[in-house]
């Protein structure tokens, strides 16, 4: 069995502020793979990135950034400064690899930034 | 954008009724999701795809069955729509399932009467 949890339903933050979003999973397997997606008020899905479960190296990609810790199995999202347009909901997926085809999504955390 | 269409965009139907809804690539991915998302769920797996005529259930499969006669189409049908599947429904695309990202549609909005 997998599984993700996002404890934080709603954020709100004022625009420039850093935030957190948070995300813990639970897998028996070795080999997995962790996702964030972010759904802006459009709707749509948008990829942000994919780790695996040897990559333990924190990623850095403009304002986001991203901390895996295997120890506390925790793959949590910062935004630094954020913006307006960096509301929306967020959400953090789990693919074990004794799942095949089965990536498990948490209930999503709805960031809203104000102006 | 990876290219990926669904149709219609937005459905209304009757409880009883039978509902298709289709997805469209052009990327020529062999694996293809639906997901339904509701409030306080996130997105769950309903079915998904692996190859034309390859399927296999997801975490909520009862209700709605998926065929896959094109690499390109994967249509997902309920037999007979229920209140209980009114839901914004996506479709995803995946180049292979080891851990690779999925690609999502645009997604259907579907409300049961």
């Known amino acids: 069995a997998q599984k993700v949890t996002q404890a934080q339903t709603e954020i709100s933050v004022v625009e420039k502020e850093d935030v957190t979003l948070d995300c813990v999973y639970e897998t028996r397997d070795t080999t997995y793979y962790l996702f964030w997606y972010k759904q802006p008020p459009s709707g749509e899905l948008v990829f942000l990135i994919r780790?695996?479960?040897?990559?333990?190296q924190n990623e850095i990609s403009g304002r986001y950034s991203w901390n895996f810790q295997k120890s506390t199995s925790s793959f949590n999202f910062t935004i630094t400064a954020s913006q307006v347009v960096d509301s929306a909901v967020y959400f953090c997926a789990l693919h074990g690899s004794s799942n095949t085809g089965k990536l498990s999504f948490g209930q999503g955390t709805t960031l809203q930034v104000k102006p | 954008d990876a290219g990926i269409t669904q149709s219609p965009r937005h459905k209304v139907t009757e409880t009883g009724t039978p509902v298709t809804l289709r997805c469209h690539q052009t990327e020529n991915h062999r694996y293809m999701y639906w997901y339904r998302q509701d409030p306080g769920h996130g997105l769950r797996l309903i079915h998904y795809?692996?190859?034309?005529?390859?399927?296999d259930k997801g975490e909520v499969s009862d209700g709605y069955s998926v065929s896959r006669s094109k690499t390109e189409d994967f249509l997902l049908t309920l037999e007979s729509a229920t209140s209980s599947q009114t839901s914004v429904y996506f479709c995803a695309i995946s180049e292979w399932t080891g851990g690779h990202e999925q690609y999502f549609g645009p997604g259907t909005r579907l409300t049961v009467t």
């Open positions: 795809s692996y190859g034309v005529k390859d399927t």
């Open positions: 780790r695996n479960s040897f990559d333990e």
